[in-house]
């Protein structure tokens, strides 16, 4: 499949092309371009063949005639790359002012960085923390949860402040006194009426003493805090996440700089193996050992690039940046400081300050508190009220003000068991929470044990993995020279290629997993954050 995007930026065409150019696939881009030839200069017109994985000739064969044409071509990794390059010393690049840069991935800007393209955009692990902690949804949507838990607290609090409320209406009676007195009159019944009355005034009522309605909202701050703790959890996990990743594409970046220079080194052999054979010192199968060797070395660079791509679009979307974002990372991968805590400091960090842990500590006050709202409703309450109006008829009549003023006790005699199972379920709630901090507790101190373990053992590869690239250095260099000597063939050379392969691997995955169990170790003492976004 190809897919075929084109963009118009600044009246330059950009075809830019994903997947493969092979077979209907390659009518598909001649007829693109067919559709926009009028209306485009040739000179003004690129094909971006970046993300293009298999050419096959018919491809080749419209690229080629696109070249003369006068389309500018950007193409590279190690299969398409070669591919472009050879169109171009096909052609006459000076007149078709093509531009191209295919890079053997050997340096720090590959993956296909490009003059005519924009600049990648250069990302520390500080500046990932930033990005990603302010544009994960997750923790957008633990701070939404923090904003409704401020809103219920206020809601808790104002059931124990005053209510005020205004009151004005007019109202046309007729009344029968017999019935406001009670009894009859002689002559009657006696009816006043109709007539119009007026009322204006306020009324207000406020608890004086509940204590159901305090101890809801001591529960109400708890449970605010529990949420912002939790809230602080979800930032750590997202920011593990985003730490991870980094240095998942930090190592990928590491291995593909590896495998190009390696590819550059058999490169260098296989030349050197061709003349041994015509100088008549090697043999054709030292030649063919040689190809060999730099045909296993490109596919390690294919596979190296795939993975490192693969890495890059992971933090891309993790960042929540867009798509077509290419990243070059700032920091390098080497083997860090790591912090020397014995386990109890560890451990005793990680109970201070995980925010797991402090969230259950106000879940378990918040529950405290509504066990005794619950235990306050068997209590009396004392309300105050009272209502201030103007009467009078209406129209034409003067008014008088009238007052109430009023204080209530009630008395619960009987809740129906309302009480007893809201206090059973608080209770239910301490239970749970108690348990979740045995469970926590436990999983932090397995957490501390198991990544000051992987940091031990991790320096000590890194010391060892160090030691074996530069002894395979050393015998990629000796082996070398002896085959130049004609003293060997180059089994000693394809071997020593080998050595220093797994050695390299060795140590940029060793690196990694000290990186790693670093930011392990700062998770489990609730400090990942503080400790790479500064």
């Known amino acids: 499949m190809l897919r075929i995007t084109p963009k118009d930026e600044a009246g330059r065409l950009t075809l830019v092309l994903e997947g493969k150019l092979s077979g209907p696939w390659v009518a598909e881009l001649a007829q693109a371009w067919s559709e926009r030839r009028a209306a485009t200069d040739p000179r003004a017109a690129t094909v971006d063949l970046r993300n293009v994985w298999f050419v096959d000739e018919a491809g080749r064969a419209l ?52 003059a005519a393209a924009e600049p990648p955009m250069s990302l520390s692990m500080a500046e990932a923390l930033r990005q990603g902690l302010s544009r994960n949804p997750e923790v957008q949507k633990s701070l939404l949860s923090v904003a409704q838990a401020q809103e219920d607290r206020r809601m808790a ?8 409320g205004a009151e004005a209406a007019i109202t046309r009676m007729k009344e029968n006194f017999d019935i406001l007195l009670g009894t009859p009159t002689p002559g009657g019944p006696n009816v006043v009426g109709p007539f119009n009355a007026g009322q204006v005034g306020i009324e207000a009522q406020a608890p004086l003493f509940d204590l159901s309605l305090y101890k ?66 090697g043999t054709r199968l030292d030649t063919l050992r040689a190809q060999v060797a730099l045909q296993s070395e490109r596919q390690r660079l294919i596979q190296a690039e795939t993975q490192w791509r693969t890495a890059q679009y992971g933090l891309v979307k993790l960042l929540d940046l867009a798509p077509d974002t290419r990243l ?3 920091d ?83 809740t129906g068991g309302r009480v007893s199972a809201q206090v059973a379920k608080a209770k239910t709630e301490l239970a749970r929470v108690e348990q979740e901090r045995k469970e926590i507790r436990s999983q932090v101190g397995y957490e501390v044990q198991v990544a000051q373990a992987e940091i031990e053992s991790a320096k ?15 015998a990629m260099v000796q082996a070398r020279h002896r085959f130049e000597a004609g003293v060997s063939n180059n089994i000693e050379v394809t071997a020593a290629q080998d050595d220093l392969a797994r050695a390299t691997d060795n140590r ?16 489990a003492m609730g400090q990942l954050e503080p400790l790479f976004a500064h």
């Open 332 to 414: 390098p991968l080497a083997a860090p400081e790591a912090p020397a805590f014995t386990f109890q400091e560890a451990y005793g960090k990680g109970l201070a300050q995980r925010p797991e842990l402090a969230a259950l500590d106000a879940r378990e006050r918040a529950a405290k508190d509504l066990q005794d709202a619950a235990r306050g409703l068997r209590l009396p309450t004392v309300v105050a009220t009272g209502t201030y109006n103007s009467t009078g008829l209406y129209p034409g009549q003067p008014w008088v003000p009238i007052y109430t003023l009023g204080v209530g006790v009630k008395v619960p005699l009987f």
């Open 216 to 281: 809801r909202w001591k529960a109400s701050q708890q449970g605010e805090a529990s949420v912002r703790a939790q809230a602080r959890a979800v930032r750590e996990q997202i920011a593990a996440l985003i730490v991870g990743q980094y240095l998942r594409s930090q190592r990928a970046s590491e291995a593909m700089k590896a495998a190009a220079s390696r590819v550059e080194l058999a490169q260098a052999l296989e030349t050197l193996a061709e003349n041994q054979q015509k100088n008549g010192i």
């Open 460 to 474: 000590n590869e890194v010391a060892v993995t160090t030691s074996a690239v530069a002894f395979a250095e050393e």
């Open 328 to 330: 070059e990372l700032t």
């Open 157 to 164: 609090a104002g059931a124990l402040l005053p209510s005020v």
């Open 63 to 114: 690229l080629s005639d696109l070249h003369r044409e006068g389309l500018g071509l950007v193409g590279a990794g190690c299969y398409v790359g070669p591919i472009v390059q050879a169109i171009l010393h096909g052609g006459e690049v000076g007149a078709a002012r093509l531009r191209f840069l295919w890079l053997p991935l050997a340096a720090a800007t590959a993956a296909g960085a490009l």
């Open 508 to 523: 940029i995955n060793a690196l990694h997993r000290l990186n790693q169990a670093r930011a392990d170790l700062a998770k």
